[in-house]
């Protein structure tokens, strides 16, 4: 009969990893095995909510970007401007429980530039500088 080896050189042959932790064998799992570990909302390292104005601050400013062309959907942009203060107000007063602060500042930066290009292009027609009058006819 062959003699038994300790578990702490039993790493190589066998399928999991021994540990020797404070001087007792511990059986450990490598790491492509362990299932993630579960986090329930209020447990300490487990990252904040993230606000819901935040979010929405986040795709109202987008859809203002996107929608420049279209003069009535500079609401989109003040919404997302307001929204993202908001936000921003809630999430300081959360206490950490909210994230999302920078999701909120998207929100602000990209309503301001929906705002800023749609007053652009107001000076621009009141100027004369771009004309909307799309009379193509060639007679």
């Keep these: 009969m062959t003699p038994r080896r ?3 050189e039993l790493h190589r042959s066998a399928p999991a990893v021994w540990a020797v932790r404070r001087g007792a064998a511990a059986l450990r799992r490598p790491a ?10 209020g447990q300490p390292g487990q990252p904040p909510r993230t606000s819901g104005k935040a979010t929405a601050a986040t795709v109202t400013g987008l859809v203002g970007l996107f929608t420049i062309c279209c003069g009535f959907f500079v609401a989109s942009s003040i919404a997302a401007v307001v929204l993202g203060f908001l936000a921003r107000k809630e999430i300081e007063a959360s206490g950490g429980a909210l994230g999302g602060r920078t999701q ?32 193509y006819s060639t007679s």
């Design 6 to 8: 300790p578990r702490h």
């Design 32 to 41: 492509a095995l362990r299932r993630p570990a579960v986090r329930r909302a």
């Design 104 to 135: 909120a500042l998207a929100g602000i930066i990209a309503g301001c530039i929906g705002i800023a290009a749609f007053l652009l292009s107001i000076v621009l027609v009141a100027t004369g500088a771009v004309d909307y009058d799309f009379d």
